[in-house]
């Protein structure tokens, strides 16, 4: 008969690999590539891991009211990312990625004696879709909702200010992180609806 305890260290694993101990060294090994095999098999990956976009998107090309805004520059980054080739011109794209609306909006949620804001709610909103150079629909209308909440201070007006648009930015790169999910999730379907 095996006893577990057999297989636990006795001394801490540093102690094993500096006496030339190979038992501490390969629980070590064993437990690391236990970990790893656990966290692919459940489908994680690290931030900034590219997934596979529609093969439609091989040459793409950003629509937008504001073509040279935080959260353009910030998709065509991703998409170049991923090994595809963004484009200025429509007419050599293979696929267009629109962005229909964006919107942020600030609600007040607390004020002071005086009716001065304490704390604002901003709500930023984006409208999206994916069509082929054909113009058939690979991804219909989409909208992403990201909520924030930006405690103000009315003496401090100008760093109240500056983390609004810190946190606007912020919704911005989550817009496109999600946006790219969605995108990633067209390639194993055959036009989605």
Same mark, same amino acid.
């Given at each position: 008969?095996?006893?577990?305890?057999? %297989?636990?260290?006795?001394? &801490?694993?540093?102690?094993?690999?500096?006496?030339?101990?190979?038992?501490?060294?390969?629980?070590?090994?064993?437990?690391?590539?236990?970990?790893?095999?656990?966290?692919?098999?459940?489908? %994680?990956?690290?931030?900034?891991?590219?997934?596979?976009?529609? &093969? /439609?998107?091989?040459?793409?090309?950003?629509?937008?009211?504001?073509?040279?805004?935080?959260?353009?520059?910030?998709?065509?980054?991703?998409?170049?990312?991923?090994?595809?080739?963004?484009? *200025?011109?429509?007419?050599?794209?293979? $696929?267009?990625?629109?962005?229909?609306?964006?919107?942020?909006?600030?609600?007040?949620?607390?004020?002071?004696?005086?009716? *001065? &804001?304490?704390?604002?709610?901003?709500?930023?909103?984006?409208? %999206?879709?994916?069509?082929?150079?054909?113009?058939?629909?690979?991804?219909?209308?989409?909208?992403?909702?990201?909520?924030?909440?930006? $405690?103000?201070?009315?003496?401090?007006?100008?760093?109240?200010?500056?983390? *609004? *648009?810190?946190?606007?930015?912020?919704?911005?790169?989550?817009?496109?992180?999600?946006?790219?999910?969605?995108?990633? /999730?067209?390639?194993?379907?055959?036009?989605?609806?």
């Amino acid at each position: 008969m095996i006893e577990w305890k057999a %297989f636990l260290p006795t001394r &801490p694993l540093a102690a094993c690999r500096r006496e030339g101990g190979a038992r501490g060294g390969f629980l070590l090994l064993v437990s690391t590539a236990a970990c790893v095999l656990l966290l692919a098999g459940c489908g %994680f990956h690290p931030v900034g891991s590219t997934g596979t976009l529609p &093969p /439609a998107m091989k040459v793409t090309y950003v629509r937008s009211g504001e073509p040279y805004g935080h959260l353009e520059n910030l998709l065509r980054r991703a998409i170049v990312a991923r090994g595809l080739k963004v484009t *200025q011109n429509r007419d050599e794209a293979s $696929a267009e990625l629109d962005i229909l609306d964006t919107q942020l909006k600030r609600r007040v949620l607390a004020v002071n004696s005086r009716g *001065q &804001p304490l704390e604002y709610d901003l709500h930023y909103t984006v409208r %999206f879709e994916l069509v082929d150079a054909s113009g058939k629909t690979l991804l219909r209308p989409r909208s992403i909702d990201l909520d924030r909440h930006l $405690a103000y201070n009315v003496n401090i007006e100008l760093g109240s200010t500056r983390r *609004q *648009q810190q946190l606007e930015r912020d919704m911005q790169r989550e817009a496109t992180r999600l946006i790219m999910m969605r995108l990633e /999730a067209v390639r194993g379907q055959a036009g989605a609806k």
